[in-house]
């Protein structure tokens, strides 16, 4: 299970963009790597296609960071935090901030 998601607003702690903060964009499970809006952005040179109606030049693009150099970014405590998943009583699991202890979100239903 994932502890960051698409929509999670996170915090760069290792890098080139060492101290940025944005949103997930998409997330490649497989990979374990992260696409975040703004954050390590990159100049792909696209080949013009007058066929598909496409122009040539350079592009600013996101590439994609590898989830061991993101931190959910703690709104309560101004922060990045840790995340962990715990279950609670009704049998569901949420993920919450390790630094505030508030709850992220409800993640899902465990057991039958």
Do not use: C, F
């Amino acid at each position: 299970m994932n502890r960051i998601k698409k929509g999670d607003e996170v915090y760069v702690i290792a890098g080139r963009d060492k101290g940025q903060r944005g949103t997930v964009t998409k997330i490649e499970v497989a990979k374990k790597r992260a696409y975040v809006k703004g954050v390590n952005m990159v100049t792909k040179h696209k080949r013009p296609n007058p066929q598909q109606g496409i122009e040539g030049g350079r592009i600013q693009q996101e590439a994609s960071i590898d989830l061991s150099n993101l931190m959910l970014w703690d709104p309560v405590a101004k922060a990045p935090s840790r995340v962990g998943i715990r279950a609670l009583e009704d049998g569901k699991k949420v993920r919450y901030y390790k630094k505030s202890n508030e709850v992220v979100d409800i993640v899902e239903k465990t057991g039958s």
